[in-house]
């Protein structure tokens, strides 16, 4: 049985699942060439910046800038592009621009979600509409006829093709899916980690440049998301300027 023949007698709910098919393969070629492109740079154009931030600010500024085309390019030239930004400032810059490289990442998952969702069902209804159809044409008259079971036999077979191509279209499209999740996971803990890194170096800079002592804690990573508010003092700790009275034996 070749597919056209297939396609004919899986019923109705083809036509949406072919729809539903050319959605998931158009969806999924885009994302491969889209992952293609960045993932064998991503690691070179952070070292590189990084490297650079540790002898001169403008020279990881412009290499950044000529990587503009990837993510990381564009996530670490958005600090880079201020003027003496302050320390928040530039962690702020870091985040706002993480959180849009890994929404853009993200494209195309919306499709793949309804793909998953939708074929399975579709596929269930055009099993369930193809069984109604083949056990409302059986005559009662027929029932002892090897006919009848033939014919009945042939309508379920022909009425779970559809079945099978709606759970073959979200098997597909689910694996790519979670693929593509794996990438943007890779790519979240590679911004943490070059932003983390980048962020340190400038506070390091900025406090040499104030005449600041650096700070003694570590820098909190870069997280998209996180909140910027710092915590306040606990306002419990006794100041050590504080006299305290030792009463007379």
């Known amino acids: 049985m070749n597919i056209p023949e297939l396609f004919a007698r899986g019923g109705i709910a083809m036509g949406p699942l072919l729809l539903l098919s050319i959605l998931a393969v158009g969806t999924i070629l885009e994302r491969i060439w889209f992952?293609?492109?960045i993932l064998t740079r991503e690691r070179e154009v952070s070292g590189r910046v990084l490297e650079a931030a540790r002898r001169e600010w403008p020279a990881a500024a412009e290499i950044a800038q000529r990587?503009?085309?990837?993510?990381?390019?564009?996530?670490?030239?958005?600090?880079?592009?201020l003027q003496s930004p302050d320390p928040e400032v530039f962690?702020?810059?870091?985040?706002t621009a993480a959180n849009e490289e890994l929404t853009t990442m993200g494209r195309g998952e919306k499709i793949l979600e309804a793909v998953i969702a939708l074929a399975?069902?579709?596929?269930?209804?055009?099993?369930?509409?193809?069984?109604?159809?083949?056990?409302?044409?059986?005559?009662?008259?027929?029932?002892?006829?090897?006919?009848?079971?033939?014919?009945?036999?042939?309508g379920i077979s022909e009425a779970l093709i559809s079945t099978a191509a709606g759970?073959?279209?979200?098997?597909?499209?689910?694996?790519?899916?979670?693929?593509?999740?794996?990438?943007i996971f890779g790519q979240a803990k590679m911004f943490r980690q070059a932003g983390s890194e980048l962020e340190l170096l400038y506070r390091q800079s900025w406090a040499q440049r104030h005449g600041i002592s650096p700070m003694a804690e570590p820098v909190?990573?870069?997280?998209?998301?996180?909140?910027?508010?710092?915590?306040?003092?606990?306002?419990?700790?006794?100041?050590?300027?504080?006299?305290?009275?030792?009463?007379?034996?």
């Open 220 to 249: 909190a990573p870069v997280v998209p998301g996180s909140s910027m508010a710092a915590a306040e003092p606990n306002s419990s700790t006794p100041d050590a300027s504080t006299s305290v009275e030792v009463p007379s034996p």
């Open 167 to 183: 759970l073959i279209i979200a098997i597909t499209a689910l694996a790519f899916y979670r693929l593509f999740q794996g990438f």
């Open 120 to 154: 399975p069902l579709l596929g269930l209804l055009g099993t369930v509409l193809g069984l109604i159809n083949s056990l409302g044409s059986i005559q009662l008259s027929d029932l002892g006829s090897g006919d009848a079971t033939a014919g009945t036999s042939l």
């Open 67 to 81: 990587s503009s085309l990837l993510p990381m390019g564009r996530f670490l030239s958005a600090p880079l592009k």
């Open 91 to 95: 962690r702020l810059a870091l985040e």
């Open 35 to 37: 992952w293609s492109r």
